[in-house]
């Protein structure tokens, strides 16, 4: 049969896959911190498509920023589909690195456990579609049905900034039938989900600077203003502490979710917030003490605003009497349907202005509009349908999910429907240390992927 | 004539002397900090205090604390005058080292400057206590004609936690007829101060923590609780923009300063204030907007709340979306008297949990009682007399300061007066980096120790 033949050929290339992916992680392509190798991240890619059969080219965005990895397979013609898969090769940093269980940049093998940065997001998922593809050729004569596209990004973890643009001046180039998503997975009891959205983002650094050097607390305490003073109290204006985003207008453009939005978030299984609330064990539990379908929306449909991170002053062991000069916080809005993160910007500045705070300087490091393919697409239903087959349970359409992406580009720009499938799951620690992937994980998303993709050939003009 | 040979023998003495600073500057005895050479710092003060025929101890406080310096000479008998030295030989964390010129614990010279962290806080008053006694010795054939007590400790810069309960329990051995307290020196006009009192302090660590470890702020920031929106909004309620501290009951205990008190700020030089706005160019100008009399009374006779420090999440270049699990941050209370730290200790814990953050742990680092001396007093119109003779300017009776120190147990445990002679300056940079004294600050400073304990001797007596 040939999903056996398939999936023996998925298991059959696991081994050199996995070692593929101890390559990529070996590299700490972190695109947040200015000295990290993104070429040579850029460059392993490339050369692993290469070997694919792909044609990879490595292009630029801007002059100085992580390049663009563009790979590509037209041999199946015109006659047939054409997907592009869209990854990242950059990751989140590894700090604290005292947090993790060895190096991060070493692949770990730990059982049915992969662990290193990166190892999850995103370059297992670079490996899923690797594996994928080396089992189609391996069941099909050497050639692939379809023809491939593969994006592979360098700036996917600080907002995507140059993109958009770039698939703007690209979108020729980028034509396809449907867009695989970056990510996909299962959920806490194995279900595979599908995801149609992703909230935006806006992220800002708040720098404050009250006085030309700091001072002692004694002679300043009591007539110098104090950076961090002012960086607190700024903040503390943004946001009450019922988690209402005070910013000027910043509620006028949401789009609630639908009737059918709701349905679909009741439809989703209660264990997810079961296993956040065991998982981070919330001080007082969830905020606004949400549960159920509430959790569910407010998860997804809410706008946010995060402090990621916040500085000033001395903050080693024991008691320094300073009085800082300086003070910044790092700060993400999450952003749904239909708000905009330049408007946010704008808002921002105007807030700030409007709440005696002219002298923070607001510093924009990216941002992201929010986008979503119909839950009703017929490729949403073939992932769905092949999700259904592969893992054996029933599948989650999820109509939004709390993280953001570079979604508007594809869905919006390229106006192409966008379908998820992969190799997550929600102990996989992506972001924070001891990310990992499971083995198990890995073969499942590759035959998910493979499925997928020859479904998407088999229905090809059916439509 | 005396006074000349004393003067000679101060700049015959002086080179040593900045040798030995030198020294001292190299023995990075930064308290705060749990592996810095303290022991080392104390052997070599005991060895200079030593070198001047004093017999020195180093006594334990607790175990594990910093060791305390203790030195006497008794030879000039129970008809002369005892003068107690209140030194310390820690000092202050030198970070940001990359602020500093060059290796903050290698004494630089650079003209009249010496450059480096402790080199007027607090070492270059020790020196200036030294050079002062060679010169009396040298002129007073090799005898010092009153009564030497010297105490120097290790944990001034950390709110001398340990020394009011060591100075208790050592009543007798630190009697004497009057304490010459750790620093002075001149204003901005070259105008010799005499200090009359120091604020308290109660020194603080907030902690926050809201969730099991840092979370994605995608999934987790619509619904986890987030450590550093505690800790600012916690921060937020602890003071008004308008720097009226809210703890419960903070300004019951305040004595507001005396029409004395006020007349003497009236009559300091108005020089201190614009030095102040030229050297930190404060944002819109001081807090308060407040000038002249009102500034200096506000500069002292008003309790504050600064925040030192704060640290939480991710602090590095770039955006990384993170959910912060802990925050923390550092905090002063100066304290006017009669404000007693362990009340302040009781209020603010009583209202965090009156505003919603049982939550926040509070870690008490120390505290130090306000003090007083009369400015009326005998020994301080002695100080005042005999630095108008050196300096030829008329002195600065400054009935109390910004700063705080251990005076508590001196003025009120002890019941003996202090009075205030130095080497200090406004641009000395003290607690910052770029830390330095003037050779010819140091000059003057010993000149007027001596002069004062010379003074003491000639009147001990005839009161």
């Known amino acids: 049969m040939e999903t056996n033949a398939l999936y023996a050929a998925i298991d059959a290339h696991l081994e050199t896959n996995i070692s593929e992916l101890a390559a990529m992680v070996a590299v700490p392509s972190v695109a947040a911190q200015p ?55 950059d990751v989140q940093p590894a700090e604290p690195l005292e947090a993790w269980d060895g190096d991060p940049w070493t692949l770990k093998r730990d059982g049915d456990l992969l662990i290193g940065r990166g190892v999850s997001d995103d370059k297992g998922h670079i490996s899923c579609r690797l594996l994928a593809l080396d089992a189609i050729k391996e069941t099909n004569n050497g050639v692939l049905p379809f023809n491939v596209k593969m994006l592979v990004e360098g700036e996917e973890e600080v907002a995507s900034v140059h993109l958009p643009d770039w698939i703007a001046a690209h979108s020729a180039l980028l034509n396809a039938d449907v867009t695989i998503w970056e990510f996909g997975g299962v959920d806490t009891n194995g279900r595979p989900e599908i995801i149609c959205g992703l909230r935006g983002i806006a992220y800002f650094e708040l720098h404050a600077k009250t006085i030309a050097y700091d001072a002692h607390s004694g002679v300043g305490g009591s007539v110098l203003p104090n950076a961090a003073w002012r960086l607190v109290w700024a903040l503390s204006t943004l946001k009450t502490r019922g988690e209402r985003i005070l910013l000027p207008g910043h509620y006028d453009a949401v ?18 917030e079961a296993f956040m609330r065991r998982e981070f064990a919330p001080l007082n539990g969830f905020l606004g003490d949400a549960q159920g379908v509430e959790y ?88 769905a349908d092949t999700a259904r087959d592969v893992y054996g349970k029933e599948p989650c359409i999820v109509p939004m999910v709390g993280g ?59 439509e």
């Open 35 to 89: 000295d990290a190798p993104m070429q040579a991240g850029a460059e392993l890619v490339a050369a692993l498509l290469e070997k694919r059969g792909l044609t990879a080219r490595i292009l630029p965005t801007v002059p100085g920023a992580p390049p663009v990895v563009f790979a590509e397979n037209r041999d199946a013609g015109v006659d047939a589909p054409t997907v592009l898969f869209y990854n990242h090769y």
């Open 255 to 272: 789009l609630p979710p639908t009737d059918a939005d709701i349905e679909l978030l009741a439809s989703l299984p209660a264990e997810q």
């Open 404 to 462: 953001s992406g570079p979604i508007y580009p594809f869905v919006a720009g390229l106006r192409q429907p966008m379908v998820t499938c992969g190799v997550g799951y929600p102990g996989a620690r992506v972001h924070a240390p001891g990310e990992n992937l499971r083995v198990s994980d890995l073969v499942m998303g590759a035959r998910h992927t493979a499925r997928f993709l020859l479904a998407l050939c088999d229905s090809y003009g059916k």
């Open 296 to 383: 569910q929306r407010r998860a997804v449909f809410e706008p946010t605003c995060t402090i990621n991170g916040i500085e000033s002053g001395y903050t080693g062991a024991g008691a320094k009497t300073v009085l800082p000069a300086t003070a910044f916080a790092k700060v993400d809005f999450r952003l749904v349907p239909d708000q905009d993160p330049e408007i946010v910007h704008q808002s921002l500045r105007q807030h700030l202005d409007a709440n005696g705070f002219p002298d923070i300087e607001i510093r924009y490091l990216g941002g992201q509009k929010p986008g979503r393919v119909d839950p009703n697409h017929a490729y949403v239903k073939l992932a």
